[in-house]
């Protein structure tokens, strides 16, 4: 039995998964376009080959953390077949070796596996989740898509479409937004990541996002009300299938429901656009238990959750990857004592 890693191009990658699965936006050629303009260089892209046959596919790009390159394969390995413990494992062997050989600098790759395994590590700077919420947008159908959803879904939909309707809020497609206009979007984001003590990207991150993707890969959906946008989704699609981005609702929002019934609007949204299901991006599970409180949320809207694969780190580097989870480690106990000691001393005062 051999195994080959064969470098090959954005295009001879999507003509090779096509009818074979769906090739997630991040893990396609459109996704170039949105890397580089904050920066980002494609490392390169790969088939890993089993007795001849492709069974994977991976498109890496570089990412640094503290001035320590890193390459990250969002969404990616792109298992086409036979995704066993044992063939996640050559396939990793043969990517550290590739690595090491074209750039002796990297010091891990972030990908991701289905199988947990020795040489995978917890990721060093930001969480995964290995579970999500496929809403089915039922081809636009609300009366199919309200009978997949579970009661307290069904319920909800009908509750924020009524709350909005009564309070004179509008959905509405931003796609074709202008740079100045999506200040307005952002200002949204910024208050949300107040009120829920999150850190936020700049600007930069979200608009190039939209505007090297829109219209076929990216489109963005908010609602309208009393005047202002209280409410918005990005969302990121290829082949059929949209992910759910970036999001975030004012609380002036709340009194419609914004946040809900978009997400309902948007699906259906995208049903009638040919689009199969709308992810959620990520629920709790054992290993990501942080995310509870928003897949209590998330999961109103589908009969189960779904299982994916969750991303981890893979050291190439192992002493420079070394340095980087302990220096990550110092920080985080630096930030833990100073927190308890301001805590301290308020109590005194």
Same mark, same amino acid.
């Given at each position: 039995?051999?195994?080959?890693?064969?470098?090959? +191009?954005?295009?001879?990658?999507?003509?090779?998964?096509?009818?074979?699965?769906? @090739?997630?936006?991040?893990?396609?050629?459109?996704?170039?376009?949105?890397? $580089?303009?904050?920066?980002?260089?494609?490392?390169?892209?790969?088939?890993?080959?089993? +007795?001849?046959?492709?069974?994977a596919l991976i498109a890496l790009t =570089?990412?640094?953390?503290?001035?320590?390159?890193?390459?990250?394969?969002?969404?990616?390995?792109?298992?086409?077949? +036979?995704?066993?413990?044992?063939?996640?494992?050559?396939?990793?062997?043969?990517?550290?070796?590739?690595?090491?050989?074209?750039?002796?600098?990297?010091?891990?790759?972030?990908?991701?596996?289905?199988?947990?395994?020795?040489?995978?590590?917890?990721?060093?700077? $930001?969480?995964?989740?290995?579970?999500?919420?496929?809403?089915?947008?039922?081809?636009?159908?609300?009366?199919?898509?309200?009978?997949?959803?579970?009661?307290?879904?069904?319920? +909800?939909?009908?509750?924020?479409?009524?709350?909005?309707?009564?309070g004179g809020a509008q959905a509405v497609?931003?796609?074709?937004?202008?740079?100045?206009?999506?200040?307005?979007?952002?200002? !949204?984001?910024? =208050?949300?990541?107040?009120?829920?003590?999150?850190?936020?990207?700049?600007?930069?991150?979200?608009?190039?996002?939209?505007?090297?993707?829109?219209?076929?890969?990216?489109?963005?959906?908010?609602?309208?009300?009393?005047?202002?946008?209280?409410?918005?989704?990005?969302?990121?699609?290829?082949?059929?299938?949209?992910?759910?981005?970036?999001?975030?609702?004012?609380?002036?929002?709340?009194?419609? @429901?914004?946040?809900?019934?978009?997400d309902c609007w948007t699906t259906l949204?995208?049903?009638?656009?040919?689009?199969?299901?709308?992810?959620?991006?990520?629920?709790?599970?054992?290993?990501?238990?942080?995310?509870?409180?928003?897949?209590?949320?998330?999961?109103?809207?589908?009969?189960?959750?779904?299982?994916?694969?969750?991303?981890?780190?893979?050291?190439?580097?192992?002493?420079?990857?070394?340095?980087?989870?302990?220096?990550?480690?110092?920080?985080?106990?630096?930030?833990?004592?100073?927190?308890?000691?301001?805590?301290?001393?308020?109590? !005194?005062?």
């Amino acid at each position: 039995m051999t195994f080959e890693l064969i470098r090959i +191009s954005a295009e001879e990658m999507r003509v090779k998964a096509a009818g074979v699965k769906p @090739l997630p936006v991040e893990q396609s050629g459109a996704w170039d376009d949105f890397e $580089t303009r904050v920066g980002r260089r494609v490392f390169g892209r790969y088939e890993f080959v089993k +007795s001849g046959r492709t069974i994977a596919l991976i498109a890496l790009t =570089e990412h640094d953390i503290r001035g320590v390159k890193f390459l990250w394969a969002k969404k990616g390995p792109v298992w086409l077949r +036979s995704q066993s413990p044992d063939n996640e494992a050559a396939f990793r062997e043969a990517l550290v070796s590739e690595v090491r050989k074209r750039d002796p600098k990297v010091a891990f790759v972030r990908l991701h596996a289905r199988y947990s395994a020795p040489d995978l590590k917890e990721l060093i700077n $930001t969480m995964s989740y290995d579970r999500t919420v496929l809403i089915d947008t039922c081809g636009g159908d609300m009366d199919k898509m309200l009978a997949a959803m579970p009661k307290e879904g069904r319920r +909800s939909m009908r509750r924020s479409f009524k709350r909005a309707q009564e309070g004179g809020a509008q959905a509405v497609d931003l796609t074709d937004i202008d740079r100045e206009a999506f200040n307005e979007i952002y200002a !949204v984001i910024a =208050e949300t990541a107040n009120r829920n003590g999150f850190s936020i990207h700049p600007i930069s991150v979200y608009w190039n996002m939209l505007d090297a993707l829109r219209p076929n890969h990216a489109r963005l959906y908010g609602v309208r009300y009393e005047g202002a946008i209280v409410a918005w989704v990005m969302i990121v699609m290829n082949d059929g299938e949209a992910a759910a981005y970036y999001g975030a609702h004012s609380s002036a929002g709340r009194q419609v @429901l914004a946040s809900e019934y978009l997400d309902c609007w948007t699906t259906l949204e995208l049903g009638k656009q040919g689009i199969a299901s709308l992810d959620l991006m990520g629920v709790d599970s054992t290993r990501f238990p942080e995310l509870y409180e928003l897949g209590i949320y998330k999961r109103r809207f589908a009969a189960a959750a779904t299982e994916v694969d969750g991303a981890w780190d893979l050291p190439v580097h192992t002493v420079l990857y070394d340095g980087l989870r302990i220096a990550k480690q110092g920080k985080r106990a630096y930030t833990g004592a100073r927190a308890l000691g301001e805590k301290l001393l308020n109590k !005194v005062r």
